[in-house]
T-cell receptor, first 114, second 118 residues
């Protein structure tokens, strides 16, 4: 168990809809990362938050947004969903000040857009 | 931007044998960290091993070891005495110098699917 909690595990929705994915980091980790993994692909970095502030941005679509709350949990909002947004979305957390620290991943949210 | 390349989409190995998975990366930085993650069919991302760039000694974790060639920008993973439970996707990942703001993320390769033949 990585200590990172993601909900829900599965999400099925229709094109054009909006969904929210939730992540609670490991205790003590201030930084949260979101990654997208399309079918049998690598992990694409979307965005990182550190202690409530956006820290780094990757290949995140304008239809997607995220935030990190004062209790350090994070939400990834996906809107105007398209079929191509179907993927496994991972949240990870880490201790930022220790660069040897790996990312600890949640079990992912499987999003299916129909 | 840093890139990570895994040129072997699929590999297979006989149970109890040894297999090596390749990874190369491109960077202009001198200090960085490299990681191997395993993703079994459950889809969890599990850390296998990590290597700091300025350490000459190759990292080892039980049956897993790396061959780190800094000049060649190569970071291969060797799995000895392969077991059925080793069957998974293996991802190589890079982290740049963490003192650079916003550099804490990992950049992943596209993965190698490892099959274990009983």
């Amino acid at each position: 168990d990585s200590g990172v909690t993601q909900t829900p595990k599965h999400l099925i929705t229709a094109t054009g809809q909006r969904v929210t994915l939730r992540c609670s980091p490991r205790s003590g980790d201030l930084s949260v990362y979101w990654y997208q993994q399309s079918l049998d692909q690598g992990l694409q970095f979307l965005i990182q938050y550190y202690n409530g502030e956006e820290r780094a941005k990757g290949n995140i679509l304008e239809r997607f947004s995220a935030q990190q709350f004062p209790d350090l949990h994070s939400e990834l909002n996906l809107s105007s969903l398209e079929l191509g947004d179907s993927a496994l979305y991972f949240c990870a957390s880490s201790v930022v000040r220790d660069w040897s620290s790996p990312l600890h991943f949640g079990n992912g949210t499987r999003l299916t857009v129909t | 931007a840093q890139t990570v390349t895994q040129s072997q989409p699929e590999m297979s190995v006989q149970e109890a044998e040894t297999v090596t998975l390749s990874c190369t990366y491109d960077t202009s930085e001198s200090d960085y960290y490299l990681f191997w993650y395993k993703q079994p069919p459950s889809r969890q991302m599990i850390l296998v091993i990590r290597q700091e760039a300025y350490k000459q000694q190759n990292a080892t974790e039980n049956r897993f070891s790396v061959n780190f060639q800094k000049a060649a920008k190569s970071f291969s993973l060797k799995i000895s005495d392969s077991q059925l439970g080793d069957a998974a996707m293996y991802f190589c990942a890079y982290r740049g110098r963490i003192s650079n703001f916003g550099n804490e993320k990992l950049t992943f390769g596209t993965g190698t699917r490892l099959t274990i033949i009983p």
